[in-house]
């Protein structure tokens, strides 16, 4: 959908898109962030690239991964490319 926006999370290289009048996008950023300051003390990873894309249907989430999923199927990782569709 192109009514997305594209936002940059905690000053890195880790980008996510969601429809701007989505109101959990801003704890969605926080636990992303919680996740990252996790991976980098635990597991001392830093300088993660990736992006997260939100799907607000499950017809939208099909169109992008290809093919009809199932109910259960609510997230899909491709490369650098987390899918989600948040429940």
């Known amino acids: 959908?192109?009514?997305?926006i594209k936002?940059?999370?905690?000053?890195?290289?880790?980008?996510?898109k969601y429809k701007a009048e989505d109101k959990?996008?801003?704890q969605i950023k926080k636990y992303i962030i919680d996740i990252l300051k996790k991976l980098k003390t635990f597991y001392k990873i830093n300088?993660?690239?990736?992006?997260?894309?939100?799907?607000?249907?499950?017809?939208?989430?099909?169109?992008?991964?290809?093919?009809?999923?199932p109910d259960w199927l609510v997230?899909?990782?491709f490369k650098n490319n987390i899918y989600l569709v948040p429940l």
């Open 7 to 16: 936002d940059k999370i905690n000053g890195g290289n880790i980008y996510l």
């Open 47 to 69: 300088n993660l690239k990736f992006n997260i894309e939100l799907f607000y249907s499950r017809k939208e989430f099909n169109r992008k991964i290809g093919y009809k999923t």
């Open 24 to 26: 959990s996008v801003k």
């Open 75 to 77: 997230g899909f990782a």
């Open 1 to 4: 959908m192109n009514n997305k």
